[in-house]
């Protein structure tokens, strides 16, 4: 082999190789042994780390992720010539935790042909004792398979491992949100790091984005700047992880198909529990003492009765627990080494003994239907992150005492809050004069209710925002900044006003979303620089609107959320650095925007959520050269699909089409509202013929195109296309 790979290099041959599965350490030799040698040869790779991809096709390259199977096609492999295997819930329920991956849907068919008369009944036998035949000692069937996740794990070890098996913890029937996820490694104490230049917060993104790379975790969402938002694990590997925490007692658990008659703790460290499928709390009291988190799903039942037990616990997620109700909080304050607390519920008034918690430092309220916290919340030491939508107690705010014990208590800089989303305003200062106060807040959300009569309102609310956006002119403070103003009158934002900074500052924001009824934009939008996100929603925008934003010569990302659009057209020349473009149209006889020749030429992702999409609607795409995907609503006809899918095909770069997917039961971002269905961005190709061309963009024969191609495997992997340089390596 060797001996070719030499005769293919000196000769100049032109060659076409194909590598199977490669890792870093592989794609390093390939960089060494096959420099370009100007013939047009192709080497195509398959990897399942999205960093070796990444490296793969840097410059000139091309990645293709590998779907996972559909539904039917995953019928059909899992279960071809199976008749006696009835429809139902058996297997239904089966196929959902295979996922669509194809090495998983075999090891299920190798195993159903196994059996005698294989059957609607032992698909759901096989559905609730999967995981152990993933384990060493399972069934043959599963060897190939088991080797592959196996693999996976044993890449991991230390913290890393830890944050791993703590997926299992969590219901793999809903998308998961990244920050949760993450502020709960921080609370657990997953996130550490022997470079002490490195914050925890660094370490746990770290830890994320390998899952992440490693296809471990997939993203069902993704924020303005391409940042996974929600993910979840592949269903075969999210079944192995569970068994795995729950055979190391690292978890113990009575979700999905793992119920047990009450809670056996078995001395495990955390515990995730379906209250709906258990009755009673069976654990011993040193059991309990061990726990350090607690998470409830379904209604609180007996097993609340465990929580004051648990002296440790440092994670307490009861969001997704129907049953609370305040007596459910009276000894809360025992729990004092209590990091991260979620609520839901009908919980209508916390408990002032939260002073009791000095620990906590996230604690979440937008499930509950919490309107007035007490001062002892906000004065709590290590508090960095505080959720909901609430505003200080009536009794508080009459207590001068109290209030002035507060605004020292942010002066002398003993606070460590770093977000609040957010607070309510109404006639009074409240937290309005105390946020020039908080020394280290970097995100604040803003529900604005501006009471007529109130005169100094406005002034008081500018001054508050100007507070939290000036900066010394030396420094880039990371800030974010959300006002709504929906209950306002019209055009209430337009009345904030900054006043004009002195030589030694300026205002500056990452990020601003605006909502409510804007007839134009507000003026102090103009004056932010380092502007990289904004976000405006209004009942109508109008060209007026774009024309203020053009001078924001650094915005990176762009979202306009309007019932309708008037007269929007984006000329030559405008948001010469934009990446990503997002247009939300809900009335489907709305004119939709268009694009002059010249404008946006940086733009990289183009979503067009418009319902009344008819074909292209005049919107040219071709001379975005950067161009990578375009996302549009999937309830627009087949042949609006069609007609973009055929502009993808004209366009240079080829860009993906997405549609915009639903899923369900995914956690609603405002507070005090209930789990519901959203429609987010899936990441599907528009149609098979979609997937086919991906590959067809991959030009074996045209010496000018990427010399290294990656296609992946059927495990959900990645697929990348690169062009090698004349140098030895391929990332030059």
């Known amino acids: 082999m060797i001996y070719l790979l030499i005769i293919c290099t000196f000769l100049s041959v032109r060659y076409l190789i194909v590598i199977d599965d490669i890792d870093v350490d592989q794609l390093r030799i390939i960089e060494s042994i096959f420099p370009d040698n100007g013939t047009g040869s192709r080497i195509i790779v398959t990897t399942d780390n999205q960093q070796v991809a990444n490296t793969c096709s840097h410059g000139n390259g091309y990645v293709y992720q590998m779907k996972t199977l559909g539904k039917e096609d995953s019928k059909k492999l899992a279960f071809s010539g199976l008749r006696s295997v009835e429809p139902g819930q058996g297997p239904a329920s089966l196929l959902a935790k295979c996922d669509g991956l194809p090495l998983a849907l075999v090891s299920v068919s190798d195993y159903l042909k196994s059996s005698s008369e294989p059957s609607g009944e032992l698909c759901a036998e096989l559905c609730l004792k999967l995981g152990s035949d993933l384990k060493e000692d399972g069934h043959y069937s599963f060897a190939q398979l088991r080797k592959v996740l196996l693999d996976n794990y044993d890449s991991f070890s230390g913290y890393t491992l830890s944050c791993l098996l703590y997926l299992g913890i969590f219901p793999n029937n809903r998308p998961l949100k990244k920050k949760v996820v993450i502020r709960r490694w921080l609370a657990e104490g997953y996130a550490r790091s022997d470079d002490p230049r490195r914050s925890e917060e660094y370490t746990a993104d770290k830890n994320f984005r390998k899952l992440i790379d490693r296809n471990i975790i997939q993203p069902v969402d993704t924020r303005n700047n391409s940042e996974v938002k929600t993910c979840k694990t592949h269903g ?10 729950l ?11 793992h119920p047990r008659v009450g809670i056996n703790t078995s001395n495990a460290r955390h515990l995730s529990v379906d209250a709906a499928k258990q009755t009673e709390c069976v654990a011993s009291d040193e059991e309990l003492s061990r726990v350090r988190s607690l998470t409830i799903f379904g209604d609180a039942g007996d097993t609340i009765s465990c929580l004051r037990k648990c002296k440790l616990l440092r994670v307490l997620d009861l969001q997704e627990c129907n049953g609370l109700n305040d007596d459910h909080l009276k000894h809360i304050y025992e729990l004092w080494h209590l990091k991260y607390l979620s609520l839901g519920g009908y919980i209508n008034e916390f408990p002032r003994s939260i002073q009791g918690l000095h620990c906590l430092e996230t604690l979440d309220l937008r499930r509950t239907e919490i309107k007035f916290l007490p001062i002892e919340a906000i004065m709590l030491p290590h508090l960095a992150h505080l959720f909901g939508k609430f505003m200080l107690h009536k009794d508080d705010l009459k207590n001068a005492k109290k209030m002035s014990k507060l605004q020292k208590f942010f002066s002398s800089n003993k606070s460590n809050l770093k977000t609040l989303a957010g607070f309510i305003t109404e006639e009074g200062k409240e937290f309005l004069q105390l946020i020039g106060h908080m020394k280290k807040l970097r995100k604040v959300k803003i529900w604005c209710r501006h009471v007529e009569g109130s005169s100094n ?14 900066t010394p002119i030396d420094m880039d403070r990371v800030r974010f900044l959300s006002l709504d103003s929906e209950e306002c009158s019209e055009n209430f934002l337009s009345s904030i006003h900054l006043e004009p900074c002195s030589e030694d500052y300026k205002y500056t924001l990452k990020s601003l979303k605006l909502h409510g009824n804007l007839l134009q934009l507000p003026l102090f939008v103009t004056l932010l620089s380092g502007l990289i996100e904004l976000c405006i929603s209004s009942a109508t925008l109008t060209q007026e609107h774009l024309s203020a934003l053009t001078n924001l010569n650094s915005l990176l990302y762009l979202k306009l959320v309007a019932d309708k659009l008037e007269n929007f057209e984006i000329k030559l020349g405008a948001f010469l650095r934009l990446r990503r473009l997002c247009f939300v149209v809900k009335n489907a006889a709305s004119a939709l925007p268009k694009f002059e020749q010249g404008a946006m030429p940086n733009l990289v992702s183009l979503q067009l959520l418009c319902q009344g999409l008819v074909g292209l609607s005049g919107i040219e795409i071709r001379h975005l050269k950067h161009l990578k995907e375009v996302t549009i609503d999937s309830r627009v006809t087949a ?3 069609q ?7 004209n366009h ?19 507070p005090g509202r209930p789990m519901e269905k959203r429609r987010i961005c899936v990441g599907q190709a528009s149609s098979e013929d979609e997937r086919d061309s991906s590959l067809k963009r991959m030009r074996l024969s045209d010496p000018s195109s990427s010399r290294l191609q990656v296609i992946g495997h059927p495990h959900p992997v990645v697929v990348t296309a690169t062009e090698a340089a004349s140098q030895p390596s391929m990332a030059n």
Do not use: C
């Open 236 to 245: 075969i590997m999210h079944e192995f992880l569970l068994n795995k925490s």
């Open 247 to 257: 055979a190391q007692r690292f978890i113990g658990t009575s979700l999905h198909d």
């Open 457 to 470: 309102y406005i002034a008081d609310l500018s001054k508050a925002i100007q507070e939290f956006t000036k």
């Open 639 to 641: 042949q609006t699909r």
């Open 643 to 649: 007609d973009w899918e055929q502009a993808a095909k």
């Open 652 to 670: 240079p770069n080829r860009p993906r089409v997405l549609l915009l997917g639903e899923v369900h039961s995914v956690e609603s971002e405002e």
